[in-house]
């Protein structure tokens, strides 16, 4: 059974930073790419950011570019995201996905606007930004 267990959301304020994990199990994690998506109280959910299984690959929403930074770690099977200069629009749920195949690389995660097409959802963290 695949498990996405995210953590690290909280409360902070307006230009501090946060990192998310992504705790992943039941799943050959080293060979899956993943990604980041949110979803803020009205809106669709969308992309943030993407990484491919090596590592390697990483994409970015324009929204966090510059300021967001995705990463992994294979032998602890978690997948981080760390997020600096907060802004107010950053509140939301972060969700970790990744997917089953090989063939939906990091770059296609980074297309799929909404998550269409994820295999795996984790629950959520709240991430909000206020003073």
């Known amino acids: 059974q695949v498990q996405l267990v995210e953590s690290g959301g909280g409360l902070v304020q307006p230009g501090g930073s946060l990192r998310l994990s992504c705790a992943a199990s039941g799943l050959t994690f080293s060979l899956k790419n993943m990604g980041w998506f949110r979803q803020s109280p009205g809106k669709e959910r969308e992309f943030v950011a993407a990484?491919?299984?090596?590592?390697?690959?990483?994409y970015y929403s324009e929204s966090v570019r510059g300021r967001f930074t995705i990463s992994r770690d294979n032998a602890k099977n978690i997948m981080y995201l760390q997020m600096n200069t907060l802004k107010s629009e950053d509140t939301a749920v972060y969700y970790c996905s990744a997917v089953s195949s090989q063939s939906r690389t990091a770059s296609d995660i980074a297309h799929t606007s909404d998550g269409r097409g994820m295999d795996y959802w984790g629950k959520g963290t709240l991430v909000t930004v206020s003073s």
């Open positions: 990484i491919s299984f090596t590592g390697v690959s990483t």
